[in-house]
C-alpha cells in the first residue's frame, strides 16, 4: 500500500523524463532496483523471470509467480511514454533578422499557446556515425518561442490567439546569423563526440525547464509537464514491483507514440507486446493452443489521464460523469468503442479499487464532443484480451505544463497492486 510519502518519488521520476527515450531510463532503473534484469530482444527468454526489454522510447517488464505454467494468464497494464511537444527537424539551423532560430516540427496534439515564452531545454537520443545511440539531456535554458507583444496584436482578447504551426512556433535559440551543422555542432560538444559529421541523426524533444512541484495552499495537487501519460507510468512501474500473484504473471507495457496513432514499430498497434507474451509463454513451454488459452483468461488495464471537471468550463463536460481530482482513478466508457471498457472490465477494476479501499469514478464523453481514444482498444484488438480504459483525472491535458490531484497517483498505485493479485 502506498502513502503520500511517495509522490517524492513521482515528481523525481517527471523530472528525469523529458523524452520517452528517458522515460524508459527512468522505468529501468526503478525495476533494476526491484530486482529486474535488462534482457535483449535477441537473447534467450528462458529463465527470465522477472526481466524487461526495450525497444526504443518503449518497454515491457513481466514478472512471474510462483507458480506460473504454460496456459497461466497475463495481468497488463498498459501506458504511454509519449507526451505531444516540440520536436528538433533534422535540419533545424535557420536565421532571420538577427536571431538564430531552431526549426521544429509539431509532435500529437499539442496546446501550442503553452509552449510560449518558457525557457526550454533540449532531450533524447543522438546517433553517431558508427550507429551508437546517445542519451541526451541538455538541461539548460537553451531555446524559447517568443510570443507577440499584445501592443502588436490587438484583437487577441476579442479574437482569440492564433499560432500558425509552421511560422509561429518556431524558437529563437541565440543572436546572428546561423549556418548549416550549427546545431549538429553544438549536439557533438555536449555528447562529447568528434566534430559535427560525427552526429548522424536525432530524436529530440523540447522540454519546459520548470520542474514538477506540489500545488495549492493546500498542497493538494501536482504541476508538472507529460502527467499524460507518464504519471500512469510510473504507477505502472511502481506497481510491477511488488510481487505478483502466483498463478499469473504481472505485465507492463509502455508504448510510444499514442499521441500520434501507436502505428509504429514501439506503438499499441504493432507487434511488440503481442511478441513479448507469446515469447513467455513459449518459453515455458506453451503450444498454440495453450498460449492462445493464456490470452483467454488474461486481462489488461490500458491506464491514460482522463479529464477532471473544469471549475471554469463546467458545461464541456457528461454533467452525471464529471471526474473529480483526489476522488480516484475514472473508469472511461465510450459506446463507440474509443474506450475498450466493457462492463465485465469496469467491474474488475471496480472490484480492485474497493479491495485497495481507493475511491473510483467513473468517466463519459458529451455526445456533442468528439471523444479521445487510448492504447485500450488497439490492444484489444489486437491481442482479444479483456481490457479496460482508466485514468487519473486532469487538467490542462496536452499543455506543457498539465495539473492533477496529488491523492489520485496513489489510489492509481494502490488499484493497479491490487489489480494484479487477481
Ligand atoms: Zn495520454
Same mark, same amino acid.
Given at each position: 500500500?502506498?502513502?503520500e510519502?511517495s509522490?517524492?518519488?513521482?515528481l523525481?521520476?517527471l523530472d528525469e ?5 528517458h522515460v ?9 532496483a526491484?530486482?529486474?534484469t ?12 522477472r526481466?524487461?526489454?526495450?525497444r526504443g ?10 507458480q506460473?505454467?504454460h ?6 497494464v ?5 507526451s505531444?511537444?516540440?520536436?528538433v527537424?533534422?535540419?533545424?539551423d ?5 536571431w538564430?532560430q ?8 499539442v496546446?501550442?499557446n ?12 543522438v546517433?553517431?556515425r558508427d550507429g551508437?545511440?546517445?542519451?541526451v539531456?541538455?538541461h539548460?535554458?537553451l531555446?524559447?518561442?517568443?510570443q507577440l507583444?499584445?501592443?502588436?496584436d490587438?484583437e ?9 504551426k509552421?511560422?509561429?512556433m518556431?524558437?529563437v ?7 548549416? @551543422?550549427?546545431?549538429?555542432a553544438?549536439? %557533438?560538444?555536449?555528447c562529447d563526440l568528434?566534430g #559535427?559529421?560525427?552526429v *548522424?541523426?536525432? $530524436?529530440?524533444?523540447?522540454?519546459d525547464?520548470?520542474?514538477?512541484a ?7 495537487l501536482i504541476?508538472s509537464?507529460?502527467?499524460d ?20 504473471t504481472?505485465?507492463?507495457?509502455l508504448f510510444?507514440?499514442e499521441?500520434?496513432?501507436s ?21 515455458r ?6 498460449y492462445?488459452r493464456?490470452?483467454?483468461a488474461?486481462?489488461c ?11 471554469n468550463y463546467p458545461?464541456?463536460?457528461e454533467p452525471?460523469h ?5 476522488a @480516484?482513478p475514472?473508469v472511461?466508457?465510450n %459506446?463507440n468503442q474509443r474506450?475498450?471498457?466493457? #462492463?465485465e472490465?469496469? *467491474?474488475?477494476? $471496480?472490484?480492485?479499487c474497493?479491495?485497495?479501499g481507493?475511491?473510483?469514478q467513473?468517466f463519459?464523453s458529451r ?5 479521445g481514444?487510448?492504447i485500450?482498444p488497439?490492444?484489444a484488438?489486437r491481442?482479444?484480451i479483456a481490457?479496460?480504459?482508466v485514468g ?7 499543455s ?6 496529488a491523492?489520485?497517483?496513489i ?6 497492486d ?5
Amino acid at each position: 500500500m502506498r502513502t503520500e510519502a511517495s509522490l517524492d518519488d513521482l515528481l523525481a521520476f517527471l523530472d528525469e523524463s523529458p523524452s520517452p527515450a528517458h522515460v524508459v531510463e527512468s522505468a529501468a532503473a526503478r525495476l533494476d532496483a526491484a530486482g529486474f534484469t535488462r534482457i535483449g530482444e535477441a537473447a534467450d527468454w528462458s529463465g527470465a523471470t522477472r526481466s524487461y526489454v526495450v525497444r526504443g522510447g518503449a518497454l515491457v517488464a513481466w514478472s512471474a509467480g510462483e507458480q506460473v505454467s504454460h496456459d497461466s494468464p497475463f495481468r497488463i497494464v498498459g501506458a504511454h511514454t509519449d507526451s505531444p511537444g516540440l520536436r528538433v527537424k533534422p535540419r533545424p539551423d535557420s536565421s532571420s533578422l538577427g536571431w538564430r532560430q531552431l526549426g521544429i516540427e509539431v509532435y500529437g496534439g499539442v496546446l501550442l499557446n503553452s509552449w510560449l515564452d518558457r525557457d526550454l531545454g533540449i532531450a533524447g537520443t543522438v546517433v553517431d556515425r558508427d550507429g551508437d545511440t546517445h542519451l541526451v539531456r541538455i538541461h539548460a535554458p537553451l531555446a524559447r518561442v517568443p510570443q507577440l507583444a499584445i501592443h502588436l496584436d490587438r484583437e487577441i482578447s476579442e479574437r482569440g490567439l492564433l499560432l500558425d504551426k509552421q511560422t509561429h512556433m518556431t524558437p529563437v535559440w541565440g543572436t546572428g546569423a546561423s549556418q548549416a @551543422g550549427d546545431f549538429a555542432a553544438y549536439l %557533438a560538444e555536449q555528447c562529447d563526440l568528434d566534430g #559535427s559529421d560525427a552526429v *548522424a541523426a536525432w $530524436e529530440l524533444c523540447l522540454y519546459d525547464l520548470t520542474p514538477a512541484a506540489r500545488l495549492g495552499m493546500d498542497l493538494s495537487l501536482i504541476a508538472s509537464g507529460r502527467l499524460d501519460n507518464q504519471l500512469s507510468c510510473w504507477a505502472a512501474v511502481s506497481a510491477i514491483t511488488d510481487a505478483p500473484a502466483a498463478g499469473t504473471t504481472s505485465v507492463i507495457a509502455l508504448f510510444d507514440h499514442e499521441e500520434v496513432g501507436s502505428e509504429s514499430r514501439t506503438g499499441a498497434a504493432g507487434p511488440l507486446l503481442e511478441h513479448v507474451l507469446e515469447r513467455l509463454a513459449l518459453a515455458r513451454g506453451a503450444g498454440r493452443d495453450s498460449y492462445l488459452r493464456a490470452l483467454s483468461a488474461s486481462s489488461c488495464v490500458s491506464a491514460d489521464n482522463a479529464h477532471a471537471v473544469h471549475p471554469n468550463y463546467p458545461e464541456r463536460h457528461e454533467p452525471n460523469h464529471r471526474p473529480m481530482v483526489n476522488a @480516484g482513478p475514472a473508469v472511461k466508457v465510450n %459506446a463507440n468503442q474509443r474506450y475498450a471498457t466493457s #462492463s465485465e472490465t469496469a *467491474a474488475l477494476f $471496480e472490484r480492485c479499487c474497493r479491495e485497495a479501499g481507493v475511491p473510483v469514478q467513473s468517466f463519459v464523453s458529451r455526445n456533442n464532443m468528439p471523444c479521445g481514444s487510448t492504447i485500450g482498444p488497439i490492444t484489444a484488438t489486437r491481442l482479444g484480451i479483456a481490457t479496460v480504459d482508466v485514468g487519473v483525472p486532469q487538467l490542462s491535458m496536452h499543455s506543457a505544463r498539465e495539473l492533477c490531484g496529488a491523492l489520485d497517483p496513489i489510489y492509481m498505485v494502490n488499484a493497479l497492486d491490487a489489480y494484479f493479485q487477481h
